[in-house]
T-cell receptor, first 111, second 110 residues
Framework: GQQLNQSPQSMFIQEGEDVSMNCTSS?????WLWYKQDPGEGPVLLIA???AGELTSNGRLTAQFGITRKDSFLNISASIPSDVGIYFC???????????WGAGTKLIIKP | NAGVTQTPKFRILKIGQSMTLQCTQD?????MYWYRQDPGMGLKLIYY???????DKGEVPNGYNVSRSTTEDFPLRLELAAPSQTSVYFC?????????FGPGTRLTVT
């Protein structure tokens, strides 16, 4: 079946650092979605990508739809404390607008 | 525009009790979803609906039931609560593949 592998599993970063994470699929996707979940909250949609090679920004966040259509990348520039949380990638299953979810990348700011 | 609202926020159930988790959206989305998220884990789809009157099972439907009588509401029913159903439950609605989540219901079964 379809699988999403998200890496790294967790990241310890200093405030001000840039962050990169990625997501790879065992099959080709036509859509990639990136979500952030704050502790005790529901996931919030950050960026949606619909075309191979597409690069889309949302403030300090930039996401790219890989040209192979089997991967996607999320970058955060100049991290700040409120960036802490879990970042999930998601892509479409076969039908009915269901999503497959990655296991998440947990971002932790070093004190 | 409240988005997706869920009630209650927290609930403790005894084994064998039943309850309904409420979910309402005001974005006129046809698609609605119920997920569960166990501690430190990702999201697992329980049930979903593509429109009023139409529902279907997701990855982990056992022990749950849903109904969709209106576009706005998508309640999730637990009939005989078990400790394995201790989790955080999220409702979402969406158009195309973009899903928008509610704040969650934290359920403990003891």
């Amino acid at each position: 079946g379809q699988q999403l592998n998200q890496s790294p599993q967790s990241m310890f970063i200093q405030e001000g650092e840039d962050v990169s994470m990625n997501c790879t699929s065992s099959s080709i996707f036509n859509t990639w979605l990136w979500y952030k979940q704050d502790p005790g909250e529901g996931p919030v949609l950050l960026i949606a990508l619909y075309k191979a090679g597409e690069l889309t920004s949302n403030g300090r966040l930039t996401a790219q739809f890989g040209i192979t259509r089997k991967d996607s990348f999320l970058n955060i520039s100049a991290s700040i404390p409120s960036d802490v949380g879990i970042y999930f990638c998601a892509g479409p299953m076969d039908s009915n607008y269901q999503l497959i979810w990655g296991a998440g990348t947990k971002l932790i700011i070093k004190p | 525009n409240a988005g997706v609202t869920q009630t209650p926020k927290f609930r403790i159930l005894k084994i064998g009790q039943s309850m309904t988790l409420q979910c309402t959206q005001d974005m006129n989305h046809n698609y609605m979803y119920w997920y569960r998220q166990d501690p430190g884990m990702g999201l697992k789809l329980i049930y979903y609906s593509v429109g009023a009157g139409i529902t279907d099972k997701g990855e982990v439907p056992n022990g749950y039931n849903v109904s969709r009588s209106t576009t706005e509401d998508f309640p999730l029913r637990l009939e005989l609560a078990a400790p394995s159903q201790t989790s955080v439950y999220f409702c979402a609605s969406g158009r195309y593949y973009e899903q928008y989540f509610g704040p969650g219901t934290r359920l403990t079964v003891t």
